[in-house]
C-alpha cells in the first residue's frame, strides 16, 4: 500500500504500509534529501494521504516527529529561539514585575508563581505532550494551523491566572499584567488565523518595554539590542519573514506601553 507523505509547504515522499506486519517503511533517503535540502526549514513531513482505504497518520506522524527531535541541528538562531522564547521570557519577567510591588519576598514568589505555572509552564506542558503525540511538529510549532489550539489552551490558562491573582490580592499590577498577556494572545490568535505573526518577537519586545518602564529607560536600552537578535534569529530560521517579526514587535510593544500607561509602576 503507498501513501503519499506531505512536507512542509514544499514537497512529497512516500512510505509503503504492510497491514499484514503493521509495519511502515519510509523512504527515508528521500525524507534526508528533504531535510537537507530545506536544513534552515528543519522539514518535518507531518501528514499523509492514504489512497488504498487504511488510515495510519497518527503512526506517521510520530515516526516523523521523532526523526525531526532526533536531528537537532544546533545553532546560534537556534539557541537564540529556545532560550528566548516566550514562556521563558515572560516567567522570567513575572519575577521582577511581582517583586516590584511585593511587600514580601513570599509574596514576590507566590505571584509571580501563579502566572509562570498557569501563563507559561502548563502551556507548554501541553504543547511537549502534542509533540510526543505527533499532533505538533515541533515546541515552537512552525505551522500556522497547529498554533490555534494551543493558544487555546494559553488563553484559557490565563485566565485561571488573572482570577487567581486577583483572589491572592496581588496590587493591580501583577494582575493586570497577567490580563494583558491574555489578551496578547488573544489579538495573535486571531492574526494566526490568516497570517503566521512572531510571537518570539512581540515576547522579547514586551520583556524589554516592561524592563525600561520598571528600571528606567537607559536599563531598557541596554535590553534593546535583544529584540535584533530575536527577531534576526526567526527569520535566519526562516520561521517567519521580516514583515511578520516587525508585526509581532509592535503587537508587544504596544500592548506593553498601553498596560503601564494605565498602570503606574
Known amino acids: 500500500m503507498i501513501c503519499t507523505f506531505v512536507s512542509h509547504e514544499y514537497d512529497v515522499t512516500e ?55 532526533s536531528k537537532y541541528e544546533f545553532s546560534w538562531a537556534r539557541l537564540v529561539s529556545d532560550v528566548l522564547s516566550p514562556p521563558v521570557v515572560w516567567a522570567a ?6 517583586g516590584h510591588v511585593a511587600s514580601t519576598p513570599g509574596q514576590m514568589l507566590l505571584w509571580a508563581s501563579i502566572y509562570s ?4 509552564i502548563i502551556p507548554v506542558l501541553f504543547i511537549a505532550y502534542m509533540v510526543k503525540r505527533g499532533r505538533i511538529t515541533d515546541i515552537h510549532i512552525r505551522l500556522r494551523r497547529q498554533r490555534i489550539l494551543p493558544f487555546v489552551v494559553s488563553i484559557i490558562c490565563t485566565s485561571v491566572a488573572v482570577t487567581l491573582l486577583l483572589i491572592a490580592g496581588a496590587p493591580t499590577l501583577v494582575p493586570m499584567f497577567a490580563l494583558f498577556s491574555l489578551l496578547q494572545m488573544a489579538i495573535m490568535l486571531s492574526i494566526t488565523t490568516v497570517w503566521q505573526i512572531s510571537m518570539h518577537a512581540m515576547g522579547i519586545t514586551s520583556a524589554v518595554m516592561a524592563i525600561g518602564a520598571l528600571f528606567g529607560v537607559g536599563i531598557g536600552l541596554l535590553f534593546t539590542p535583544l529584540i535584533i537578535v530575536v527577531g534576526a534569529a526567526r527569520i535566519k530560521l526562516r520561521r517567519h519573514t521580516l514583515a511578520q517579526v516587525v508585526a509581532g514587535a509592535l503587537v508587544g510593544g504596544s500592548m506593553t506601553a498601553l498596560l503601564f500607561a494605565l498602570v503606574s509602576p
Do not use: Q, W
Request: net charge positive.
Open 15 to 69: 512510505f509503503s504500509f504492510s497491514r499484514k506486519s503493521n509495519t511502515i517503511s519510509v523512504c527515508m533517503t528521500r525524507y534526508m534529501m528533504l531535510c537537507k535540502e530545506y536544513s534552515g526549514f528543519n522539514t518535518h513531513l507531518y501528514g499523509c494521504m492514504v489512497h488504498c482505504g487504511c488510515y495510519a497518520g497518527d503512526e506517521v506522524s510520530k515516526l516523523a516527529v521523532r526523526s525531526s527531535l
Open 117 to 120: 505555572i498557569f501563563v507559561c
Open 93 to 98: 519577567l513575572s519575577f521582577p514585575i511581582a
